[in-house]
T-cell receptor
Framework: KQEVTQIPAALSVPEGENLVLNCSFT??????LQWFRQDPGKGLTSLLL?????REQTSGRLNASLDKSSGRSTLYIAASQPGDSATYLC?????????FGSGTRLLVRP | EAGVVQSPRYKIIEKKQPVAFWCNPI?????LYWYLQNLGQGPELLIR????????DSQLPKDRFSAERLKGVDSTLKIQPAELGDSAVYLC???????????????FGPGTRLTVL
């Protein structure tokens, strides 16, 4: 059974810092991995999708990497801003079924 | 382009009452998903539709939950009767599924927050 773990559960950093969010999964047989952002009381916003054949994807200040063999993904956020404060969720797609971690709650302090 | 639309956004009911949630996916998306999200947790899949066919409903508590996707577009998720433990956020998502060799990016709606008293 696929299990997804995100570390840390919560993170507080000053504005301007570069930071890394971690995601690990137990079964490497995945089709892709997706990172989402969730603001309080809102739905999920897709940030990046990495196919199983890819190693990384970039969008603006965000960079996500995937190491399928070791069951790990990282989301790198450069030059963090207060507007980045949200919960970040990673999810692995095992046959069109997304299995989510519990998320990392990020607070970027001005 | 409009995203995934859900209604209502909030619903408060008493236990044992019925409740229904509606979802309109992104135009052209053939796959529709219903997820349940408890506080502090990631979403969990309840049911997945490919067009009008429910292809994965293994996580749907069928004694009280039902869903339909008539004409392969809009979908309705129903709970009858609701229990206190059903209080959660119900999320709808859609994607354009074209096989595993192509990315299957899921897009989510804003969710319906259900409170059962």
């Amino acid at each position: 059974k696929q299990e997804v773990t995100q570390i840390p559960a919560a993170l507080s950093v000053p504005e301007g810092e570069n930071l890394v969010l971690n995601c690990s999964f137990t079964d490497s047989a995945i089709y892709n991995l997706q990172w989402f952002r969730q603001d309080p009381g809102k739905g999920l916003t897709s940030l990046l999708l990495i196919q199983s054949s890819q190693r990384e994807q970039t969008s603006g200040r965000l960079n996500a990497s995937l190491d399928k063999s070791s069951g790990r993904s990282t989301l790198y956020i450069a030059a963090s801003q207060p507007g980045d404060s949200a919960t970040y969720l990673c999810a692995v797609d095992s046959s069109y079924k997304l299995i989510f971690g519990s998320g990392t709650r990020l607070l970027v302090r001005p | 382009e409009a995203g995934v639309v859900q209604s209502p956004r909030y619903k408060i009911i008493e236990k044992k009452q019925p409740v229904a949630f509606w979802c309109n996916p992104i135009s052209g998306h053939n796959t529709l998903y219903w997820y349940l999200q408890n506080l502090g947790q990631g979403p969990e899949l309840l049911i997945r539709y490919e067009n009008e066919e429910a292809v994965d409903d293994s996580q749907l508590p069928k004694d009280r939950f039902s869903a339909e996707r008539l004409k392969g577009v809009d979908s309705t998720l129903k709970i009858q009767p609701a229990e206190l433990g059903d209080s959660a956020v119900y999320l709808c998502a859609s994607s354009l599924s074209q096989g595993h060799n192509l990315p299957n990016e899921q897009f989510f709606g804003p969710g319906t927050r259900l409170t059962v008293l």
